[in-house]
């Protein structure tokens, strides 16, 4: 079969989808300015060089209709209704079942935690339940001297097994089934595709039961206070400290010659030798590399500060104890999106919005982070881990927050008076969209209304909810797809791939487009997976005369499978930085999991859709 012959404008719309796709990969560019960047140059080029199609011009309005479209406006509020949950700590009594009974029957309590992060993952986003279960189950797994690395990565692909079961378990789902009835198909109901995933997902689940621990080697634990996580930290030397005026032989006497000084900074730019003989000045930085515990100890014995005193940030709740009892550590880890993403704690006032004082940096698979002009100055990345002090209340407020998160599992999870009314709500949202009393767009933005009116979340709680680069991964890429179908680039890519498996059977050529989207989500962005390849799917099953349905739900499946590696999926992220995990570590458990689900959708479909 030949393969039609794309004109200027589709290849043009086809080069941009490749540089697009590999923007989103770049980690050192964050993906909302890649989006903005994909966005301005396609409505720039079709307005400058205007385009028409049998007869039908595309106009560049067309490409910001993703701001309004249906599955983004559903998407954000299931985001900011699953916000009140947290909020309130309505999940709170579940939690604590879950860490229950892991002493007695370890083996039984995993289970149950996969199938209950599963289940709830079919209804809930699963980032915040994901937050929710790290620091139990550490917590959990310390106790009875575990590994958590065996529980934390079972425990977070359940959850994305979890999200494929319903139409808004995951945005990928909402915006796969948007995107297809935008392109005439039948709007699929909430448990359209149910059961596909509750056959191969209990398949998958068992899997990270049974197999998936075994072949996870033993790493050390984040939180484990008998192998704590080393940060590159600065002590500042001011009029008050013992440093000041004493040698450093003196200095690194008083610690018991346990501190190792790896050099010190005297003014702006300029280091001095590290001679036992050399003096120490008011201003001068020493760099030293250690524990929490143990940076604190030396923080104290030779009065010098962790923090900047001249800091133009405030240093609050920092009286002359280097940390009074009413004060705690906690780590933070920054997570891809997040407010401190790619950006400086300086930039974000983080000190004055958060009111904690940032101490030090850990950085995985670094074991030194050059801090020269401060801590405050570092642009920090994806995985990076936080040092901060500061009193309970202030910690408590920034887990609450939800926007990083802390590995700090001493803390009770949050509960209100309004729990209760939190769970009505949900419950409200879908069951309505699940019988069909109201469509989930609707019933979602009801939801965020009543979660409003009845408190459980503020305004600044439910703006806090939203994510900038979510929403504008979904808008760049739906104005991709717009741009693939109205100049022919999808019909092309189908006409490509209908070529290639040319005489194969349909089945084949069902397996072979889900495991290429498959391939594809865990390097991108699933949602820029799943919307470009939605149109593409629809093309190729038009091309070869199959069931329409059965290559959409290939789509959203092979997308939803972000099992390989950490950056598949921003949960994967999270259990990458606390479970002290290697990139090889997802390898081992995401590749067999992502053959395991592929094969068994592979062999479900055809017979669901009768396909020959």
Not at 35 to 40: A, E, I, P, Q
Not at 104 to 117: G, Q, Y
Not at 202 to 219: D, H, K, N, Y
Request: glycine content about 8%; hydrophobic content about 50%.
């Amino acid at each position: 079969m030949q393969p039609i012959i794309p004109d200027a404008h589709a290849i043009f719309a086809l080069l941009l989808t490749v540089v697009a796709l590999f923007l989103f990969t770049r980690d050192r560019v964050p993906l909302e300015s890649s989006c903005l960047v994909v966005l301005v140059t396609l409505v720039l080029v079709f307005e400058i060089f205007p385009y028409e199609r049998n007869g039908v011009p595309v106009r560049v309005t067309d490409f910001f209709a993703g701001f309004g479209h249906e599955a983004l406006i559903t998407i954000a509020a299931l985001l900011i209704v699953g916000r009140g949950l947290e909020a309130t700590g309505a999940l709170r009594p579940v939690a604590i079942l879950m860490s229950k009974g892991w002493k007695e029957r370890p083996k039984i309590s995993l289970l149950a935690t996969l199938i209950v992060a599963a289940a709830l993952s079919a209804f809930l986003n699963n980032t915040p339940i994901v937050v929710m279960l790290l620091p139990i189950m550490v917590s959990v797994a310390l106790r009875n001297r575990t590994a958590p690395s065996e529980i934390l990565m079972p425990m977070g692909l359940a959850t994305l097994i979890g999200g494929m079961a319903t139409t808004i378990g995951t945005s990928t789902n909402l915006l796969v089934v948007g995107i297809a009835a935008d392109l005439g198909l039948g709007r699929m109901s909430m448990f359209y595709f149910t059961l596909p995933v509750l056959i191969a997902g209990s398949v998958g689940i068992l899997f990270l039961w049974l197999i998936a621990p075994r072949l996870l080697p033993e790493r050390r634990a984040p939180m484990q206070d008998t192998s704590p996580r080393i940060f590159n930290a600065q002590l500042y030397v001011n009029e008050e400290s013992f440093a000041t005026g004493k040698t450093l032989s003196e200095v690194l006497a008083r610690t018991d010659n346990r501190m190792t000084v790896s050099r010190i900074q005297r003014g702006e730019g300029l280091f001095v030798a590290k001679l036992p003989s050399v003096v120490m000045q008011v201003g001068d930085r020493l760099y030293v590399n250690d524990t929490p515990e143990m940076l604190k100890e030396f923080e104290q014995l030779i009065g010098a500060t962790l923090h900047q005193p001249d800091s133009e940030q405030p240093q609050p709740d920092t009286p002359d104890s280097p940390l009074p009892p009413e004060q705690q550590l906690a780590e933070v880890v920054v997570t891809r999106g997040s407010l401190l993403h790619h950006r400086t704690l300086r930039s974000t006032r983080f000190t004055t919005r958060f009111r904690l004082v940032p101490l030090a940096i850990h950085r995985a698979r670094t074991h030194v982070v050059d801090t020269g002009r401060g801590i405050d100055e570092i642009r920090l990345r994806a995985g990076d881990v936080l040092l901060v002090q500061g009193s309970p209340d202030h910690i408590n407020g920034l887990k609450r927050g939800g926007q990083m998160l802390v590995l700090d599992g001493t803390t009770d999870l949050p509960h209100t008076k309004r729990a209760n009314t939190a769970l009505g709500i949900i419950a409200f949202v879908v069951i309505s969209a699940a019988t069909g009393l109201l469509p989930i767009s609707v019933s979602s933005l009801t939801g965020v209304a009543l979660m409003i009116l009845t408190r459980c979340l503020d305004w600044r709680n439910a703006a806090g909810a939203l994510s900038t680069p979510v929403i504008l991964i979904i808008v760049a890429s739906l104005g991709l797809g717009v741009a693939l179908m109205a100049t022919g680039g999808a019909e092309f890519v189908a006409h490509l791939f209908v070529a290639m498996t040319f005489g194969l059977p349909t089945p084949m050529v069902l397996s072979g487009l889900m495991l290429l989207i498959a391939l594809l989500t865990n390097v991108v962005s699933n949602n820029a997976a799943a919307v470009i390849g939605t149109p593409i799917a629809v093309s190729v099953a038009t091309e070869i005369g199959a069931a329409p349905e059965a290559f959409v739900l290939a789509v959203l499946f092979g997308a939803n499978m972000s099992f390989a590696t950490p950056m598949g999926y921003q949960t994967n992220l999270l259990v990458f930085s606390a479970g002290g995990y290697k990139f090889s570590d997802f390898l081992r458990v995401g590749i067999p999991l992502t053959i395991i689900m592929w094969l068994a959708f592979s062999f479900l479909m055809p017979m669901m859709y009768q396909l020959d």
